[in-house]
């Protein structure tokens, strides 16, 4: 797919797999493709329900909702795969911003829900869709190719691999969960071999 990238977002919950396709952006239109979105059940691998054309990129799952990432924020109940809520907040899509693990977002132990459109990080309340707040952090973040990465213990955590002149490094921005104001940042040795993958992990609170 030369002119943008194609990616299966699957997600195992209450016994169904539930599964998206769609084209997450394009070079010059970033806004994603009619996509389908399939609940299976997991024992027999039977349709529960599908819906088509829901313009979504990416699934969340929250206390028996599936939560459509990709343009406007939705939430299906995931037994029928009616219609719980709409949200006013809008994941869109940039090229120079691509989104990462999740399509850039987390749901923590609260029912926060964090996802960042490029440099802009926003908590939505997983339940009913309200927005509590919407941070720009591009005074924080590298021009491009930060990737939200997890949000747990009262923090959101972004990945960014940086260049330097020694090869390249991988750097860590926390966030507060509360209102979204940064709280550190720490910084890989810089090595020639350039900025190695590999992602956080959060064990007993550290």
């Known amino acids: 797919f030369p002119n943008g990238l194609w990616k299966s977002n699957i997600v195992a919950a209450d016994g169904k797999v539930f599964a998206c396709s769609a084209a997450e952006f394009y070079q010059k239109a970033a806004t994603p493709a009619p996509s389908e979105v399939v609940a299976l059940d997991a024992a027999t691998g039977e349709v529960v329900w599908k819906l088509d054309k829901a313009k979504s990129a990416g699934l969340a799952f929250h206390k028996g909702a599936l939560l459509l990432l990709g343009g406007p924020l939705k939430a299906l109940d995931a037994a029928s795969g009616k219609e719980k809520w709409s949200s006013k907040a809008s994941l869109s899509f940039d090229p120079y ?3 990462s693990t999740g399509l850039g977002a987390a749901i923590d132990e609260d029912g926060r829900l964090f996802f960042n459109s490029g440099p802009a990080l926003t908590c939505v309340d997983a339940g009913s869709g309200e927005v509590k707040w919407t941070k720009d952090l591009s005074d ?8 939200l990465r997890f949000a747990k213990a009262g923090i959101v955590l972004f990945k960014e691999s940086q260049q330097t002149p020694d090869g390249g490094q991988i750097v860590f921005n926390a966030f507060s969960a509360k209102d979204g104001a940064w709280l550190w940042q720490h910084a890989s040795t810089p090595s020639r071999w350039g900025a190695a993958g590999g992602d956080p992990w959060l064990a007993a609170g550290l």
């Open 140 to 147: 924080k973040l590298g021009p491009k190719g930060a990737g």
């Open 97 to 99: 911003w691509p989104p």
